[in-house]
């Protein structure tokens, strides 16, 4: 298992070229958010919004188009039954984040077969909370796309079959090598699957046990995986990297950590990275 | 009658354990907030957020629902006259608070009735405004749970049928016994009656006279005993305690202090209290 | 005329009482913001609010409440065209503030009638906006209580009769003394008229003018009148001096000023008031 | 083609007249923001608030006006399907600004047209995204007004018939002059045609590449046009380069900026702006 480095960072977070425009940042399309756990979407949009994506649009229950606006005018709306619409969204979006907030009941349910129809192999799909939970249940096929699971344990569980403890390094990696997919494991010191390589984050603080951290997560590596999207990959670890070490830094002055909070303080963290040089680490610039 | 120190933020607000997730930190399900009231309910769900419950969801009027996700995304939304979704929601929190900005018409009295119906002797259920109000007016029995009452001096009044002018000690904790429940008497320098002791609250100051106040408080209450639920008396009082702390904190620049300021304090406050070792008092903080 | 100074901010903003509760500070009842014109209200509410008043409820078109609440959970909200309701709020309050974004449309005549109808000598009624154009308009008596009208010019021409270029200080005290009202006649150099005395505001910037600056002013008039009801006459006039006192202090970093960063400067501004002692005047405290 | 510089903004924001009131600097009316691009007039309309604008009103999808209110009590709100209340708000504005999130479907049209037949020659024209889209689509003639386009490259393909790769200098001033219109052409340093001159933006940041830029400069141009009517032409010229000035001082610190932190950060900017003089450059202002 390798432990991730603050390297990860200097190796995604790039100057972006002068000649851009939106377009080259990609699209987010964020699929979520029934009327009951609106504010999940709402982070995990932010946290897209936050960290560079060009484009952000929030799938979700009509009940929560006034609180996304409050919140995050950057982001466009759309009603998340809106079959049509949101298959349309599907195909444009360089990344799909599914499942924040989504619930489990029969609509939701629907929109998430709605939204596995229509994904395809050119996209990253991140699939979160409920997602999977539905998935498991449900005995859904895994839908075409480059596939990242963020599952917390009990998720896990569900998905992979391989109870809490028994979450083994090799079990684990067995199931993830079946998916063919990125697997985030969140636990204390999360472990990332991928088709290489086992990763584990050294870094975290429990001030980021607050509910919503890991909308926030989902959002940033749909966030990342489109902004970046040539490096997609090494952008999950980063996203997964840049959650946790912003998080330490607040945590250093506050007993938790909101998780808008880290999303708000993207830009300027992410402006501090993209300066680094090599011979000086993160630790030196607080 | 003893009268409370800081000593009881350190004992309670402690480094939080490395290896903990958000379910370490309980749950919080609030109940209130009417069509008119709805920032009351905010205002202490606000509180429960920023003092580090793991999860909170607010069971509230639909009107509020925008306005909730507005302010506080961290927060799960349900709706307050869907009885099977709130008691399967009270069945699962640590701590439930009930009363601020529910009202006291014929809705109101029936969610209570279903709030009061479904608590159980393993969960602290913080009972404020509105709430000692329809019980008094309407005879309705104390529920099961670690009851904590946080009225004001004419809400306790009614629910002791002691008169504002004779709340003496003696009698308050006469009824405290007969209740078997503690109690935060509101006013000027607030008294805790407790099953051991009577404590006072020797700090506060008038520019804490802002409506709102008390529904902070009672978010607070919810919080710290969801977060620190084995030592959920001690968090009562620490509660109160810091809620008048940061008060005057915030007083020293401010003529009157909105209660949505405390909350926000919150994270940085406990981070300081946290820190402090025993030879430094908060004073020395500043 | 006499021109206002700082002192009469000293003479108004005096400590709070050590023992003093919610209560004390008095309640105001705003109501206005039609569909259209919600931020009108939401502006004087916050003011209100800010300012000091023990309890702030704002009856308003119910389309406004969410917005309110997001703004402002320390304000408590009604349908303005539940007459039931605002009457019996009118009844409750110390200070009434009628016509911010009211409109002038048949319900806003309702509206306004409904208020009127239920004022009474003992309270502080500031009327603004819409409601004296509809006054005027309607031929509508001025209701009972202390009353405050804070026109514009040409809101105070379709009061007085009087045209914008013949309002001389003569003129208006004329009508002033007819009416047995206090008139705050906002403009370059705001004039107030009361039954002793008129006075001139010698201090304010033009980066005031923008819209919501008067909405801000009634609503801080609600608040002051509220909070220092003891000394009503006085704390009409503090109200306008602080209200650009504050301006001019922001405006000095700002080409414009925001109504609503007024009030969110109020409980800080307040406070430096509070402190000053009679060798020190606001101009040594920047 | 001649660089803008500084100088642009030394010449338009100049010290406000002492007497002055909000009808002094304009009124603004912004169309646009359907159900699921609210949050693109929302900017808009934060942006000719916070320039200065003396009356901002926006007319959008009722779904928005929360929304709205919940960011900005300053702006007041109509439902643009209410074809009279449209045209009412258009006669009486200064600058109108349409297009920004305003869709292109049936509804979208008549909304459009509606504006266009009410607009006059007395007044600034602001037409943005889908309304650009609508009239190259659907044949519409332009309105009359003193017009002002701001399309990105593909909408100007869209208007002009010139296609992107082909879209020179020459063949651009050609279509600019047979509309009679100024056309700010955005892309990678911006170009602004005007009837006398072809004008480059110099500065300008990849930070900027984020959705909701353009609705913000949009809203800007408004804003300004109708405080400084009397210069309206440099005004335009102002917009643009405060817009990238602001962006490349945010983007020093930031990754990216997000477009509503240039609104916010306006009246401050402007205000050192009419500070400046002759031997000062904003560089030194830092």
């Known amino acids: 298992m390798e432990k991730l480095t603050d390297q990860i960072l200097k190796e995604v977070i790039t100057p972006r070229p002068e000649n851009s425009f939106k377009g080259t940042f990609g699209k987010v399309t964020l699929v979520g958010g029934n009327r009951n756990f609106g504010g999940a979407i709402i982070m995990a949009s932010m946290a897209a919004v936050c960290a560079g994506a060009g484009l952000v649009t929030t799938a979700t229950d009509e009940s929560n188009s006034s609180a996304l606006h409050s919140q995050l005018p950057e982001a466009m709306f759309a009603d998340f039954t809106n079959s049509e619409q949101v298959a349309s969204l599907i195909h444009a979006a360089t990344s799909v984040v599914v ?37 498991a249940r449900e005995g859904i096929d895994q839908p075409l796309g480059n596939i990242i699971y963020t599952p917390h344990e009990m998720e896990w569980q569900r998905l992979s079959g391989i109870k809490i403890g028994e979450q083994t390094a090799e079990k684990n990696k067995a199931v993830q090598e079946k998916l063919g997919a990125t697997v985030v494991l969140k636990k204390h010191h999360t472990e990332i699957y991928t088709n290489d390589q086992i990763y584990q984050l050294p870094i975290g603080t429990p001030a980021q046990a607050v509910g919503g951290m890991g909308d926030t997560l989902a959002g940033m590596v749909g966030g990342f995986t489109a902004e970046f999207n040539d490096k997609a990959d090494k952008a999950v670890l980063a996203a997964v990297y840049a959650h946790s070490a912003i998080a330490e830094k607040i945590a250093e002055s506050q007993y938790i950590v909101l998780p808008h909070q880290i999303s708000r303080a993207l830009p300027t963290f992410m402006k501090k990275m993209e300066k680094l040089d090599d011979d000086h680490h993160i630790g030196f610039l607080n």
């Open 99 to 135: 499942g924040p907030g989504l619930g489990d009941d029969e609509i939701s349910l629907q929109i998430l077969k709605n939204v596995f129809a229509n994904t395809s192999d050119q996209q990253n799909v991140i699939i979160d909370g409920s997602a999977i939970t539905l998935m």
